[in-house]
């Protein structure tokens, strides 16, 4: 199965960057039960892909989600997202039906 998920030029670049710190070639993104609105969004490093994970490569940059959390990311978008109070990874997802003000957990 493959999903149809997007990353901006500023996350990539970002990946790429947190790629050479954490000797690892995958940047993972899974969602889990729980946060403020049902779900949240977890971000990881990995050193090898499980059977599975679905890779997506964009920008020179390979993701790897897992078979559960494929469902939740489809047609989402990643960010990254640099601001006064901080930086951070951002997902943009038109599944989601609500979203906590601080933007990590969702519900659907």
Excluded: W
């Excluded at 490093?45 to 020179?60: L, R, T």
């Excluded at 997202?81 to 003000?101: Q, Y």
């Amino acid at each position: 199965m493959t999903i149809n998920f997007d990353l901006t030029q500023a996350a990539a670049k970002q990946i790429k960057k947190l790629n050479k710190i954490e000797e690892a070639p995958y940047f993972r993104i899974s969602v889990d039960g729980g946060g403020c609105s049902g779900f949240q969004y977890k971000f990881d490093f990995d050193s090898k892909k499980q059977g599975n994970d679905v890779e997506i490569i964009a920008h020179d940059v390979k993701i790897l989600v897992d078979d559960i959390s494929q469902d939740f990311l489809k047609d989402a978008k990643l960010d990254y997202v640099e601001e006064l109070l901080g930086s951070f990874f951002k997902i943009t997802n038109p599944n989601a039906t609500a979203s906590c003000g601080c933007g990590t957990s969702f519900s659907i």
